[in-house]
């Protein structure tokens, strides 16, 4: 099994900033693509951010030039930095990998517990 568990949501004003942080644990041979997804109420759930083993990242369009995302291969972590915050950024944020746990194994999406990250006006 595997457990990702994230961390760094909360009250922010507009304009500010937060960093998320998950971290993946337990049977892990390989991570082949770590990143975060949002659902704000009555939203569907929505790419934020993603990243490949290889390093290259995917921006939804609303948070381009404002969000980055990198991953610590070393320590099966991925990180979200959220700069320039706006209301309409309030949701609920989700980490996500897509991990092979054995050499033979297939690939098998996880999803974190979810972290609230709340942008005031």
């Known amino acids: 099994q595997v457990q990702l568990v994230e961390s760094g949501g909360g009250l922010v004003q507009a304009g500010g900033s937060l960093r998320l942080s998950c971290s993946a644990s337990?049977?892990?041979?390989?991570?082949?693509?770590m990143g975060w997804y949002r659902q704000a109420p009555g939203k569907q759930r929505e790419l934020v951010a993603g990243v490949i083993s290889g390093g290259v990242t995917t921006y939804a369009d609303s948070v381009k030039g404002r969000f980055t995302v990198w991953r610590d291969n070393a320590n099966n972590t991925v990180y979200l930095q959220m700069n320039s915050l706006k209301p309409e950024d309030t949701a609920v944020y989700y980490c996500?990998?897509?991990?092979?746990?054995?050499?033979?194994?297939?690939?098998?999406?996880?999803w974190g517990q979810g972290t609230q990250v709340t942008v005031s006006s």
């Open positions: 996500a990998a897509l991990v092979v746990t054995g050499l033979l194994s297939s690939e098998t999406d996880y």
């Open positions: 337990g049977t892990i041979f390989s991570i082949n693509r």
